[in-house]
């Protein structure tokens, strides 16, 4: 596998809070979590594209990684927007806040047709890493998953970052926001 570079992905901080934000700014936490998805989702997009021959040692590592990250980390992202932020979220009466307000229903059902697509995706991927190969039909079916999944954060992502986490920043109050961090710390067994 010349000329990708699947280790450098592997060796990113993906602990929340490990980059830039602190948890004095959930919105910029769950924002920065998603630099963190789309990286290990093109890790997830670069093995798919060679997973029909034997994977390389880095190949491996990268998918490994990509699979563990989405299988115990995107759970807490999820949580931290679905039971912490679209609630209060749901309570600004605001008229500015109509528009990401209108939009919090179909970034849940993201959530449901990734979660589906994420578990598909780590039955395949563990069992390319146990067998050392996939089926023609795993094969085509892991990357589909994998464009699937590329497609649903796209949007997703944009209109959070773009729309949705602006709007609760500048809008929940001060407790909120610590109220939010508190329980995201939580999460994670951390305190903010």
């Known amino acids: 596998m010349t000329g990708v570079d699947l280790a450098h992905p592997v060796h ?3 602990q929340i809070g490990a980059k830039s934000h602190s948890f004095s700014d959930p919105t910029a936490l769950l924002s920065d979590c998603h630099r963190r998805i789309e990286m290990f989702l093109g890790s997830l997009e670069r093995v798919a594209s060679l ?5 390389t040692d880095d190949a491996r590592s990268a998918l490994e990684s990509a699979l563990r990250y989405f299988r115990e980390a995107a ?6 927007e679905e039971e912490s ?3 209060r979220m749901r309570k600004l009466s605001d008229p500015d806040t109509r528009s990401a307000l209108s939009r919090l229903d179909a970034l849940e059902d993201d959530h449901r047709r990734a979660d589906s697509l994420h578990a598909e995706i780590d039955t395949l991927g563990r069992r390319c890493l146990e067998q050392a190969h996939l089926s023609a039909a795993e094969t ?7 464009a699937e999944l590329a497609s649903i954060y796209e949007g997703h992502i944009q209109i959070e970052d773009q729309a949705v986490f602006p709007v609760a920043a ?3 109050s001060e407790v909120e926001k610590a109220a ?3 329980e995201m710390a939580e999460r994670r067994n951390l305190r903010s």
């Open 85 to 87: 932020l679209f609630p």
């Open 180 to 182: 939010i961090a508190s």
């Open 12 to 14: 990113m901080p993906v």
């Open 170 to 172: 500048g809008k929940l």
């Open 51 to 55: 997973i029909d021959k034997p994977l």
């Open 75 to 80: 759970p807490k992202h999820t949580a931290d």
């Open 140 to 146: 085509q079916r892991f990357r589909q998953a994998v």
